[in-house]
């Protein structure tokens, strides 16, 4: 492919880039005052070059589409290369009729070009596929298109996927509800939210139907299109509490910032991916979002974690916001491959009784989340103004955009425990971050749940992946817990390393007469290790 591309742009590329000093070369030969017709030559290019830029940017691409515009550009390199070959000494004539012919044959190349299929070529399952397109349109910084597949509608923005709306119930994949969900069970009773990317509507319509005031910022104006035409009827930007505002999310932050610094109770930030929109996963941008939060307002992102992310990757943007927030915590959610990041100005506390009501309700009544543990057993670190952060080179920032650079190059898929593996100092919820009038009874529940047994069943093979994790949380909630207590816990724990005799001699330690005791027992029936 590369010795493909490399013939097919040799001759049009050497054409163009030798057309202006042949110009000059041909103008100051015969001029008899050089200097000046030099001058007059390199005032001309520089205004073609900016009047250029500013045509095709805010003209051309958004009135008449890449299609036509591309168009429009071969038509007037023919006629300027014309205008040479006729005006120019012999020299510059071979060049003028380089560029025609170049011109010729990309106009006729490009009668046959289909924008969607430019588009969409790269995106999984579209080859075979080949989902009906409800919308298509080109805006001022994104091709935007509507597939009608047969499970609902899908939204993509430059051939990358941005989510959607099932036609059944549940109507979102389980990483749209959670965009929504980590950060209203951290936020107390919150009233406005701010959310940065409208997307395919999904964390708009959960947050709309939680009884908050929501404002979304949005770049592309043509994406409000892509939405109405997803929702139909039922669509969330027509709620009375959402309001909508076309602008640049970091211009609309800082604005905000200076005018009404903390005016949100929640920001949830929902770019496209990290190395897309690096600019919205920066330490500074994470800092300037910070200040447009209330004294208890939270502020959550989230990113997939891609094959192509390694753990420098995930390192560099964790980095940069634990940086940001003094605060924090962090989510890896293997059932849909992405982290949740979520930052506060005060300790961020996690309610029991406040998870176990949000996934009662409507918006968040969904199957694949069966109680409140769902949250607490996918955190891989958390952090307070005490926690310690080691300085790290590769942090994300504005002057040193290493996601931009780093994750899109081709890279060995890298385990899950690898990509979080050190990620802060705290790798686990720390024991004061678990608010709850039951700590001991609800920690308990959380570490059944983080040991692979949640509702009874054993899983083995669950608890191993989580047992890092595991083993961490337990061992911080250690000094509040009896001999009895440690004993079940610990047994539980050299079961899932496969130190079998261990665990029955952990056991054996509690007494009979101890309700972990009977635990215990139906733990090593069911595991059969007894």
Known sequence: Q?????????????AAGAAFPVL???????????GQSLG????????????????????????????????????????????????????ARAVGGALVGAAVVGITFFKGYDPIELNMRATPGWQQARFPIAYYSEGKTSSVIVTDQP?????????????????????????????????????????????????AGATVDLLAQSDVTVRVVELEEKVVDAVELIFGDANPLNA??????????????????IREPGSYDMVTSMPSHPW????LFTREFFELSRKNLTPRGVFSTWFAVQENMDAADVSSLVSAFTQAF???????VPEVNAMFLVGGNQPLRLSP??????????????????????????????????????????????????????????????????????????????????????????????????????????????????????????????????????AYFGGRLAAVRGELPRSLELFAMVPADDPLSSRARKFAALTGID
Request: overall charge neutral; some cysteine; aromatic content about 6%.
């Open 2 to 14: 590369l010795i493909v591309v490399f013939a097919i742009l040799l001759v049009p590329s050497t």
């Open 24 to 34: 000059i070369t041909a103008v100051t030969s015969k001029a008899q005052n050089a």
């Open 40 to 91: 007059r030559i390199y005032a001309a290019n520089t205004f073609g070059s900016i009047m250029g830029s500013l045509a095709a940017g805010f003209c051309l691409l958004p009135w008449l589409g890449t299609q036509s515009s591309v168009f429009v550009g071969l038509v007037a390199i023919c006629v300027g290369a014309g205008l040479a070959w006729s005006l120019l000494q012999p020299s």
């Open 151 to 199: 499970a609902g509608k899908g939204l993509y923005l430059n051939g990358l996927g941005q989510g959607g709306r099932k036609t059944e119930i549940p109507h979102y994949d389980l990483d749209a509800v959670l965009t929504a969900l980590i950060p209203l069970a951290h936020a107390e009773a919150p009233q406005n939210a701010l959310v940065v990317g409208l997307g």
């Open 240 to 257: 009375e509490n959402v309001s909508l505002v076309i602008d640049d999310a970091r211009h609309y932050l800082k604005v905000k910032s």
């Open 276 to 279: 897309v929109a690096s600019s």
């Open 326 to 332: 003094d605060n924090f915590v962090i989510y890896h």
């Open 353 to 486: 009784d406040r998870i176990t009501t949000l996934i009662r309700t409507a918006p968040f009544r969904d199957e694949r989340i069966k109680d409140w543990t769902f949250l607490p057993v996918r955190v891989v670190g958390s952090g307070t103004p005490a926690t310690s952060r080691p300085p790290n080179p590769r942090t994300n920032t504005d002057d040193s955009l290493f996601i931009e650079l780093h994750a899109p190059r081709a890279k060995k898929r890298v385990p899950a425990n690898k990509l979080t593996e050190g990620i802060c100092a705290e790798g686990y919820l720390l024991p004061e971050l678990l608010d709850t009038p039951n700590a001991k009874a609800d920690a308990f529940a959380l570490f059944e749940a983080l040991l692979g047994t949640p509702h009874g069943n054993v899983s083995l093979s669950g608890a191993s992946v989580r047992m890092p994790v595991a083993e961490r949380t337990i061992l911080a909630f250690a000094p509040s817990m009896t001999q009895n207590e440690t």
